[in-house]
């Protein structure tokens, strides 16, 4: 247990709290597990951000570069002062969140709303008028009305799209919340994002996309963690969630679900060395999208990612959808089913996933054969595989023969790697329900 959680003991996992000694957690004043957690790297061999020179995050921040932050001026104001510009500050910088930060929040916390980022010219009801498809057609938007969607995109994406640079560790004191907010790590490597709850990082504006399969499909902007065009990132003990705002909650239009969120951890844009452990996704739709683009390109030899110790909670899809990467996933705990329940593995364009001793509990309407879906891929390796279904017993389970044997074609059973890079053995499927229920996501650590 101790080496799970990093050196942090037992007793202060069990009692939720800093030893008595420790001071109060203000703006100068942390408790020595907030300060120890907050210099933590990443242990060595723990997945593929362990590759490379390692993930330090803001390990070596100055005391100036240290913040505690409690709004949305002062993460940014933390992260350099700019949020146009933060991106490019490599300076070590370690970030503790004390309690809500809202990504609409307006100058002086001004509440703002959509209506507030809408550009004059945008409003939902003209927009569905005119993009009707028995008007417009199936063709994509074009003209005054979309490109005024465009720019209210523009407004949102200034708002409540938060820059992180290189060289950063934000950590979540206990009970910290983002909402309304994306935080973006963009040509931004080395970087860790721990205990913090996620929350709606809603879309005002979401795309009317008719091409979009049979029907056409409403597409949304924001993930709640987006990885572009970096290495060596670690997400550890983070909550995911739409909380009281989720997507089956909102309206049809043009006969299909207005969907205004997108992934929760979404690695893209040639980005690699990620490492996602101890995180708990609940109640979501999209999860994570590992490659964008079916598109050979700068994307081969990339998006190389490790999942291992999730909780997918009553999720939907993209547990996760991988394209062209090397992604290691194990020992992870998947709750699904519910009508609108579509896959848990998605095996995409020239990827390579390796699936080992992760336990699905699922329920009785779920055949296990359909938790792998073929998004063009060929092969991947899968095995140690437990399922629970419905009120039977759990049972080992070969996925990918039970795919195999009810759908064309084949999937190959070597996926062409071993994977290497993991800190401890790899637990038998049936303790993982034991192991990753009680520990995974935020508020599990002693801060």
Not at 159 to 176: E, F, H, K, M, S
Request: hydrophobic share 40%; glycine share 10%.
């Amino acid at each position: 247990m101790r080496r799970i959680l990093g050196g942090v003991t037992v007793i202060a996992l069990l009692l939720g709290a800093a030893p008595a000694s420790a001071v109060a957690r203000t703006d100068d004043r942390l408790s020595w597990t907030a300060r120890h957690l907050g210099r933590q790297a990443l242990p060595e061999r723990d997945g593929w951000a362990a590759d490379g020179p390692g993930t330090t995050g803001g390990a070596a921040a100055t005391r100036e570069r240290t913040r505690v932050v409690h709004n949305r001026a002062e993460l940014v104001d933390a992260l350099g002062g700019d949020n146009a510009g933060n991106a490019a500050d490599a300076t070590p910088k370690l970030i503790y969140v004390d309690g809500a930060i809202d990504g609409f929040e307006g100058p002086g916390g001004t509440p703002l709303s959509c209506a507030d980022l809408a550009d004059p010219a945008y409003r939902l009801d003209a927009y569905l008028a005119a993009y009707d498809p028995a008007v417009w057609g199936r063709v994509p938007p074009s003209g005054p009305l979309e490109e005024a969607r465009v720019r209210s995109v523009t407004n949102q994406t200034r708002q409540t799209q938060i820059n992180v640079g290189p060289n950063t560790t934000i950590v979540g004191l206990r009970g910290a919340r983002l909402t309304g907010l994306t935080l973006m790590i963009d040509r931004a490597s080395n970087v860790i994002v721990r205990n913090l709850t996620l929350v709606d990082a809603r879309d005002c504006f979401p795309a009317w996309s008719p091409a979009d399969g049979e029907a056409g499909n409403w597409n949304s902007q924001y993930d709640q963690i987006s990885v572009r065009r970096s290495e060596n990132v670690w997400v550890d003990h983070n909550t995911f969630t739409d909380g009281d705002n989720p997507d089956s909650a909102q309206p049809v239009y043009f006969g299909r679900p207005y969907q205004v969120h997108d992934g929760s951890l979404d690695v893209t844009h040639t980005a690699s060395l990620v490492t996602a452990s101890w995180n708990r996704f609940t109640g979501r739709d999209k999860l994570l999208l590992i490659g964008s683009s079916n598109t050979v390109g700068p994307d081969v030899g990339r998006l190389r990612v490790t999942l291992h110790h999730n909780l997918f909670d009553g999720v939907l899809q993209r547990l996760p959808r991988v394209r062209f990467g090397q992604v290691d996933i194990y020992n992870n705990h998947y709750r699904l089913g519910g009508d609108d329940f579509q896959y848990a593995l998605g095996v995409g364009v020239q990827s390579a996933i390796y699936a080992q001793n992760n336990f699905f509990t699922v329920d009785a309407a779920v055949d296990p054969a359909d938790l792998l879906y073929d998004w063009g891929g060929t092969a991947l390796t899968e095995r140690g595989s437990w399922v629970r279904q419905g009120a039977g017993a759990a049972r080992p389970v070969d996925l990918l023969a039970a795919y195999n044997a009810s759908h064309d074609p084949d999937l190959a059973a070597d996926a062409g790697w071993t994977p290497t890079l993991r800190r401890d053995p790899v637990l038998p499927a049936p303790l993982v329900p034991l192991l990753v229920g009680p520990l995974a996501g935020a508020d599990r650590l002693p801060v």
